[in-house]
């Protein structure tokens, strides 16, 4: 967990080094918080226990066959390992 944040200032001029950087551009400075309460007010949403979440996504993987084990959905056939 970061303990200090950079200033907007050094994070554009970061960006102007390195190219991956360069998309994060134009968020720096804005405020990017979101919360889910205009869904619960206007829609009547209630979100999910966080412990039915917990328990009940590995169960939905496991048909799938997905684990930490196997390989992502990409297909690796196409891969430029030598």
């Known amino acids: 967990m970061p303990t200090r944040e950079m200033p907007v ?23 990017l918080d979101a919360t889910s309460e205009k869904a619960q007010r ?6 999910r226990p966080i412990e039915d979440t917990i328990t009940e996504t590995p169960e939905s993987l496991l048909p ?9 959905l990409a297909d690796r ?6």
């Open 42 to 47: 206007l829609l009547g949403w209630k979100p």
């Open 9 to 31: 200032w050094a994070a554009r001029g970061l960006s102007l080094i390195k190219p991956e950087l360069r998309p994060l551009r134009a968020l720096l400075g804005k405020n």
């Open 77 to 82: 056939s196409s891969s430029t390992d030598i």
């Open 64 to 72: 799938l066959n997905r684990t930490a084990e196997t390989e992502p």
